[in-house]
């Protein structure tokens, strides 16, 4: 995990999930799960009443480890724990438990990714000229492609039909059946066969470590000749010998001593020598294509036009059904599928790439825009203000990842959706741009669409939205509004909040710095939580943030309001601007005569409730009083062992002033005098509270009408106090 490189960390839960269902949790993780296990165990025994053996942990503890009551591990004798563990260990459920409840807290991100495609790379310059051996295929702008040096795909084809002497279907479609196939059936009777080239990703599912630790199995057993097994570790070229594993370059293993596999991402560009009349083993798969994946695979057996080497192809069953429906397929139907591959790869390839169009087009003008500023605030506010364009969005919500159902569209009303979108966007930049460049951006866009496309396309949908582009390595998704978009508030500014950027958290002074949600979720004891140091005042929310609305009312505001930086982002959005989460749980702690107020998330709130519960749940004194409430309600929800009274002026007084900045209209008898001693503080004051309201909170979260309202007649008093004449 340390070592994951997956940006999306919804993909990192999942594959360490797996990982840990293949590899299998080792004792000093079962010990820890067991003592967790205990924990939960005995605060359900306090809650309920029941034995620690009857509560919902102990049996199923139970069900994972038949005939071991849970009670019986905190006083169990090594010998014992030692077989808890041999069982545990065989427990899907268990290592699902450990996974979630100690590894994902633990895997952190960015919120956000910046970085550019092939094709937004290259359209930052008026004109550009590019060699490679190794064609990105997403690399080329919309309708445009490479020219290439004539002869190569004729070569590659030719020296395929040459050099595969054999073509075989092998009797499984297992991973790890396959390699066992491969062992037997191939290197076993062909000693000359010195290289495993999986383009087809026959293999899929099994590590390079695993696969090269089988290989040099077979060396020991049947290849006393052979010495090592090359591989690569993410790009990293190893060799496995008798003395563990080590850097490809430190070893004095000769090619005609080694066997090499290259996995699927490395059967492009990737160089190990190979002796003279060796042979490769190229599996073939369902998608595989000759052109930038074959002719780029058989390569990786450089002398075979100089060294006299030669290949053999293997595939599954499955894929050979796909060629033929019975026996072996010739080579020239390996050629014919492949090809065929070729043809509806480019028109996906040719779909995607009309998005990448379309989506740049807004991208580049941004940035050239910004670009042409003579102060970098405008530019900053300008990048930020249309940042969906510049950053990549990740997200760990599994619904918006993977959630939805696939639909089969026709190509053309997908686009046209997307025209639409574009067309609708063009109208936000027309402050920014001339008569001239949105003309030229529409008669781009109107261009869009031409050539070859599939004949279907597969859409997802969610709720009544197409998503018509999805980037799972990131976790982003680009929605086009097909119909009207149901989504409440707090699902839109959840989504909105993962798009902003969290680069200043870091900078923070030590009275500020806060602490993600994830990282006290085990050992948060709400009792004893540092509130100075886990939470943030608002008033310094408010004066960390660029907009001047916002930072002209931070010193007005009371000093004992806290909140978190899950809720508010900073300094990054703006505190009850366009994509602040609805404020909805307050927390009143009251420790040693000082009271503070604590605004926290949904999903934090969620988690204080189930804190609070297992701390009403304790016995004994407690000096500190904890209460938390519903700011709409205004309804306990949740308390620890001593309750907080939160009826008092200055929390209603709070309430009033939260509410205010939310954007809310209506309140209650005894909010009106605190709200109104709160806007008559001075003048001065009252004129930048009133533009807040109204440029900020009530703009972006309107939910009644303020024309006839009870905050319309609190502002209507307060102006006559100061302004008696009017």
């Known amino acids: 995990l340390e070592q994951a490189e997956f940006i999306s960390p919804y993909e990192t839960v999942l594959k360490t999930c797996l990982f840990y269902l293949y590899k299998r949790l080792k004792n000093h993780q079962l010990e820890k799960l067991c003592h967790y296990c205990y924990v939960e165990a005995h605060v359900q025994s306090l809650q309920t009443g029941k034995t620690i053996d009857q509560t919902e942990m102990g049996l199923k503890f139970g069900q994972w480890c038949p005939g071991v009551p849970l009670s019986s591990f905190k006083g169990a004798n090594p010998s014992v724990k030692q077989k808890i563990y041999a069982t545990l260990k065989k427990s899907d459920e268990a290592t699902l438990l450990y996974v979630v409840e100690f590894i994902s807290p633990t895997i952190t991100y960015y919120p956000f990714v910046v970085g550019s495609n092939g094709l937004n790379c290259i359209s930052m310059f008026h004109s550009y000229m590019g060699h490679t051996g190794t064609p990105d295929r997403y690399l080329f702008p919309e309708r445009t492609e490479f020219i290439e040096q004539k002869g190569t795909l004729g070569e590659s084809l030719d020296t395929f039909m040459k050099k595969v002497e054999e073509v075989s279907v092998l009797n499984s479609d297992d991973p790890k059946q396959v390699l ?6 191939q290197f076993v009777k ?18 390079t470590d695993d696969v090269a630790e089988r290989l040099f199995r077979y060396i020991q057993e049947k290849r006393p000749d052979l010495k090592g097994v090359a591989f690569f570790r993410k790009d990293a070229l190893m060799i496995l010998d008798e003395t563990g594993v080590k850097p490809f370059h430190e070893s004095k293993i000769k090619p005609d001593e080694r066997i090499t596999y290259y996995d699927g991402p490395h059967t492009y560009a990737a160089n190990a020598d190979q002796a003279k009349k060796k042979k490769a083993v190229v599996t073939l798969g369902e998608k595989t294509m000759f052109k930038e994946e074959m002719d780029q695979a058989i390569w990786r057996m450089r002398g075979l036009l100089t060294l006299d080497q030669s290949l053999k192809v293997v595939m599954t069953p499955y894929v050979a059904r796909l060629i033929v429906q019975e026996g072996v397929p010739s080579k020239d139907e390996l050629i014919a599928f492949m090809r065929k591959n070729e043809k509806k790869a480019f028109k996906q390839r040719h779909f995607t790439s009309v998005g990448q169009k379309g989506e740049n087009l807004f991208r580049r003008v941004v940035l050239d825009q910004g670009l042409s500023f003579d102060k970098i605030k405008d530019t900053r506010n300008l990048i ?17 990842l993977y959630g939805g159902i696939t639909k089969k569209v026709a190509p053309d009303t997908v686009i046209q959706a997307m025209k639409d979108k574009w067309i609708a966007e063009l109208k936000d930049l027309e402050d920014i741009l001339s008569d001239e460049q949105i003309s030229y951006i529409e008669v781009e866009i109107n261009a869009l669409g031409e050539g070859a496309f599939p004949d279907e396309v597969s859409i997802k949908q969610v709720g009544e939205e197409l998503v018509i582009g999805d980037d799972s390595q990131y976790g982003q998704t680009a929605i086009s509004q097909v119909t009207a978009n149901v989504d409440v508030e707090a699902q839109e500014v959840e989504q909105a909040q993962q798009t902003q950027t969290q680069t200043q958290t870091q900078s923070l002074q030590e009275n500020q710095q806060v602490v993600p949600r994830d990282s006290w979720i085990y050992s948060f004891d709400p009792e004893t939580i540092r509130i100075e140091t886990t939470f943030t005042k608002l008033q310094e929310i408010f004066r960390g943030v660029e907009r001047e609305e916002c930072r002209a009312i931070a010193d007005s505001l009371p000093p004992h309001i806290y909140g978190s930086w899950n809720l508010f982002k900073f300094p990054n959005i703006d505190p009850f601007g366009p994509k602040q989460k609805p404020i909805q749980d307050l927390i ?3 420790k040693g005569g000082v009271t503070s107020l604590i605004l926290v998330d949904q999903k934090e709130g969620l988690l204080w409730r189930e804190r609070l519960k297992w701390s009403h749940s304790l016995q004994g004194e407690c000096e500190v009083e904890i209460s938390m409430i519903d700011l709409t309600t205004r309804a306990c929800v949740a308390r620890g062992r001593q309750e907080a009274f939160y009826s008092d002026a200055m929390t209603t007084r709070a309430i009033a002033i939260l509410k205010f900045l939310s954007g809310e209209v209506d309140y209650a008898e005894d909010e009106k005098t605190p709200l109104t001693n709160f806007l008559k503080k001075d003048r001065y004051t009252f004129n930048r509270l009133e533009a807040h309201f109204h440029s900020v909170s009530y703009k972006h979260h309107k939910k009644k009408a303020f024309e006839g309202s009870v905050l319309q007649e609190i502002i209507r008093n307060v102006k006559a106090s100061f302004y008696p004449c009017t």
């Open 180 to 185: 066992e196939e491969i062992i037997e059936q």
């Open 190 to 207: 062909d000693p000359n066969l010195l290289a495993l080239i999986d383009r087809g990703n026959a293999l899929l599912g099994l590590s």
């Open 384 to 400: 930020r203000a249309n940042q969906s364009y510049v950053l990549t969005e990740t997200t760990v919500d599994p619904k918006a």
């Open 588 to 590: 009143v702690y009251k």
